[in-house]
């Protein structure tokens, strides 16, 4: 089975260049996460989507990150402008049910590596 | 979500048992404990999760205390590829996965 497939793999760009990381989920799953991962903050969740609804954003950095998912099988993280901190491994990670619970495991892409000169 | 405590590393023979042990004295009865690990370069991957029973599946078994304050992964036969960093995770109804420093595993040939 096909894992969560995350592009691009690797992401170089300037500061102040709009960013846009893509996600697309383990089909049958409808919950979906993205996650940041740093060596000095770990894996932090951005935001989390539940059948296609952002159900909880708080940990959104700030108004320069958005995130959508226009249907079951595709979402995109985007960064616009974007800044040198916000260098990262970004992760998308898929699960089945509502994602609350002990039950259903999250599965998680590859991630995308992104660096911001 | 309970705090949970592993060792920081550990060393395993390949074609031996790999034994990972973790701590988690304050978990509560609907927490499930999971074991995630994350091979450099690769995004976290799920190994295996269980409530109060033993489990275990084509990766590996998960061992639970009967007070369920401890467990133990167990890789039946590792080899080179299961050099990661392995996490235990105790998780109720929270959504958010906590990873902590977990335990660096080297298989060595």
């Known amino acids: 089975d096909a894992g969560v497939i995350q592009s691009p793999r690797h992401e170089v760009t300037e500061m102040g260049q709009e960013v846009t990381l893509r996600c697309k989920p383990i089909?049958?799953?409808?919950?979906l996460f993205w996650y940041r991962q740093t060596m000095m903050r770990g894996l932090e969740l951005l935001i989390y989507?539940?059948?296609?609804?952002?159900?909880?954003d708080s940990g959104m950095p700030e108004d320069r990150f958005s995130a959508k998912m226009p249907n079951a099988s595709f979402s995109t993280l985007k960064i616009q402008p974007s800044e040198p901190r916000d260098s990262a491994v970004y992760f998308c990670?898929?699960?089945?049910?509502?994602?609350?619970?002990?039950?259903?495991?999250?599965?998680f892409g590859d991630g995308t590596r992104l660096s911001i000169l | 979500d309970a705090k949970t405590t592993q060792p920081p590393s550990m060393d395993c023979a390949e074609g031996r048992a790999a034994n990972l042990p973790c701590n988690h004295s304050?978990?509560?009865?609907?927490?499930?404990v999971y074991w995630y690990r994350q091979i450099h370069s690769q995004g976290p991957q799920y190994i295996i999760h269980?409530?109060?029973n033993n489990e275990t599946n084509e990766m590996a078994s998960l061992i639970i205390t009967e007070d369920r304050k401890s467990s133990t992964l167990i890789l039946p036969h590792a080899t080179l590829r299961d050099t990661a960093v392995y996490y235990c995770?105790?998780?109720?109804?929270?959504?958010?996965?906590?990873f902590g420093a977990g335990t660096t595993v080297t298989v060595r040939a």
């Open positions: 989507f539940n059948n296609n609804v952002p159900i909880d």
């Open positions: 304050t978990i509560s009865g609907n927490e499930y």
């Open positions: 995770i105790v998780r109720g109804g929270d959504y958010k996965l906590s």
């Open positions: 990670a898929s699960s089945r049910g509502t994602g609350t619970g002990g039950t259903q495991p999250q599965h």
């Open positions: 269980g409530l109060k």
């Open positions: 089909s049958g799953h409808n919950s």
